[in-house]
């Protein structure tokens, strides 16, 4: 299978390195040529959970360079959000027949690039594979995760599993039915744990035990649950089941509830926000990707969506440096979508 990774960051980095180290050729695109010198230079390194690998990458170009006449069966997008969707339109010409594209970002990349392309030529993908890149070329896989990959149509397909088993050989990838409840599931906890610690400043397990953590948490996620079931997916069971104990459209608390919060606590609640790394070292976010898109179904679908909302324009204040992230931040959210 002829594939192109594009974007050679912490997640492509590492994927293009396990799939080089089990004697599978990949071809690599980079942002601009020097990124490619260097990293055709220094070769890839992986440490951390799978194993330590070191691999040369002879096929390695700025993405430019295969925009005449280059054809693959398979582009795998591993760009931050943005990027992907900038990027996709050149990609689409790169495919040849048959081929597909595989975006794995969080949120809700993969469904607006096969609305915008059909989904004949995008396959839906997430990553629970954790990686960082201390340096370029330089990589650490941070868990035992996978890439999960399916049908946005929410069906099973011969060519899930034709990508599942070629990029199997490099990462472990499961395919799943229900690829489009997956992404909602992530999407669930990305909209509730990920951004509102990295609004606070603190893990969840920092925010929620304050009141107004707590009440934001299920709100938001009570918010966006609505949204992922008015669009007709069923949020798939991952580690935590996505739908909360006794949900009848709302939150009921309790101790079953509470017990559930443990759940996500257990899985989640010790991470360090990444939105968080985002608004330390100045980077953009994905917000737009992430609340933002829930807002936007929101509005299509008639669904008020008052407290991501809200979240997207505190996060927007925060990279705009109007504001700085801390659990005073929960409240003034809070009061305002009231
Ligand atoms: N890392 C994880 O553990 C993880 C886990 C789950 C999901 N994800 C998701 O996976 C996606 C990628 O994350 P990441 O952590 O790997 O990001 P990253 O480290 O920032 O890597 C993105 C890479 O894409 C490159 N890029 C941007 N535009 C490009 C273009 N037009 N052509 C070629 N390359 C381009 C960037 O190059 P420049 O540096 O030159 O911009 C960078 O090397 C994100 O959506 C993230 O949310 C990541």
Known sequence: MRTLIVGIGALG????ARMQASGCSVWLATRNAESALALRRSGLRVTGVGGDVTVK????????NYLAGCSFDLIVLATKAQDAIDTAPRLAGLLGAGGVLLPIQNGGVSQLLADRFGVERVL??????????????????????HLLIGELGGRKSARAERVSRWLGRGVEVRVTP????????KLLLNCSVTTLGAIAGRTMR???NLPEGRELFDRTYAETLLVARATGARPEPMIVDPVPP???????????????I????????????????????GRRTEID?????????GRQLKIPTPLNEAIVETVQAITGRHLASGPVLLTRILAGAR
């Open 57 to 64: 990458v002879p096929d390695i170009a700025a993405l430019d």
């Open 13 to 16: 980095g590492l994927i293009a």
């Open 262 to 281: 443990g759940q996500i606590l257990k899985a989640y609640g010790d991470l360090k926000p990444s939105m968080l790394q985002d608004f330390e070292r």
């Open 124 to 145: 839906g993908g997430l990553s629970n594979l954790g990686a960082t890149m201390p340096a370029p070329g330089v990589y650490e896989q941070r868990n035992a995760g």
């Open 206 to 208: 920092r925010y929620i």
């Open 246 to 260: 006794e949900w009848n459209g709302q939150i009921t608390r309790g101790a079953e509830h509470d017990a559930w």
């Open 289 to 297: 990707f992430i609340n933002g898109y829930v807002v936007n179904l």
């Open 178 to 185: 229900n690829l489009p409840g997956a992404i909602w599931s």
